[in-house]
């Protein structure tokens, strides 16, 4: 079972963690900061849920690092990026990705909280789709060796 959404944000400038933490506490969202990417992954499970707002820039692992070891491990977070220091290929490696936004800081707490309530819907879509394949496995792994053969006969045979 998946944990339930949250915010999880991992940025190496405390005032950025405590402002976007006071944020989400105000906007009543539940969230967890963390001052490196390698924090969070020591906190790191397959079945969080939510957003991730990851800062690019970081010391060791970096945002896209990071970005990219939560998408071998098909979670299902949604990352939105912050920088400070961005810029147009860094943007568009991000999104093409994977990552549902790409902010330059400053950026307006509305705009923050809109992509973040869009990172949550796309993260609830993506646990939906997780749980159909993962029914579908189970359906299949539950068949008898001959209902394996039937079901992978039909498949090759066209009507």
């Known amino acids: 079972?998946?944990?339930?959404?949250?915010?999880?944000?991992?940025?190496?400038?405390?005032?950025?963690?405590?402002?976007?933490?006071?944020?989400?506490?105000?906007?009543?969202?539940?969230?967890?900061?963390f001052s490196s990417a390698e924090e969070f992954l020591q906190a790191y499970s397959q079945t969080m849920a939510g957003c991730l707002i990851l800062d690019v820039h970081m010391p060791g692992i970096d945002g896209l690092e990071l970005q990219q070891i939560i998408r071998e491990n098909n979670a299902s977070l949604s990352i939105?990026?912050?920088s400070g220091h961005g810029d147009i290929p860094t943007a568009v490696k991000a999104i093409k990705t994977g990552a549902v936004e790409f902010l330059q800081k400053p950026f307006s707490e509305e705009e923050l909280l809109n992509n973040i309530y869009r990172a949550m819907e796309a993260s609830q879509m993506r646990q939906q789709q997780i749980r159909y394949q993962e029914n579908i496995q189970n359906r299949i792994d539950a068949l008898t060796a001959r209902e394996?053969?039937?079901?992978?006969?039909?498949?090759?045979?066209?009507y």
């Open 1 to 33: 079972m998946a944990d339930e959404q949250r915010v999880f944000v991992v940025d190496d400038d405390p005032d950025v963690l405590h402002a976007v933490s006071l944020l989400l506490k105000t906007a009543g969202m539940a969230s967890t900061s």
């Open 80 to 82: 939105i990026f912050i």
């Open 148 to 158: 394996k053969e039937v079901m992978q006969l039909g498949q090759t045979r066209h």
